[in-house]
């Protein structure tokens, strides 16, 4: 495509996976889904946890993407998240529906800030990385209005 043909291969992967990531609208039904195998009390303590974890796999995350790559700190992130997805959609009761939960925040920690990071260095090193607005928030319009 003609639009994609000027950027970067790294820009590129960054659009389509957040293309894809934004599609995850399975939050609007997770609660009843999850309603199958709990209360909503116990949802909301699972929940709660499973916040935590994600909260505590910020940093050793991060650190991992500083030390070896933010290239595959994202390739892990995704593998976990797509392990998650499968193991979510093929449960059988609410305990593997934690682990897969757990596994798929610890994907969302593993990617949080290393896409954005990976693609303004990408930028970074091509010359273009001015064009961003704010370092921080890359997004698909400021990547096409190289």
């Excluded at 909260?55 to 998240?81: S, V, W």
């Excluded at 449960?91 to 939960?101: Q, R």
């Excluded at 593993?110 to 990408?122: I, K, P, Q, R």
Aim: glycine share 6%; charged share 15%.
């Amino acid at each position: 495509m003609k639009l994609f043909k000027n950027l970067d291969r790294n820009v590129v992967g960054f659009l389509i996976i957040n293309a894809i990531h934004n599609l995850w609208f399975v939050e609007a039904i997770w609660y009843f889904y999850w309603a199958r195998f709990a209360s909503y009390t116990q949802i909301g303590f699972y929940f709660s946890i499973l916040t935590l974890v994600w909260i505590f796999a910020e940093i050793p995350t991060g650190l991992f993407a500083d030390k070896f790559g933010r290239k595959k700190a994202t390739i892990i992130a995704n593998i976990l998240l797509l392990i998650g997805a499968i193991i979510d959609a093929s449960a059988l009761n609410i305990y593997w529906l934690v682990v897969a939960s757990m596994i798929m925040n610890i994907g969302t920690a593993f990617v949080s800030g290393s896409l954005e990071a990976l693609v303004y260095d990408s930028l970074k090193v091509k010359g273009t990385y001015n064009h961003c607005r704010k370092p921080r928030t890359v997004s698909a319009r400021d990547e096409c209005n190289q």
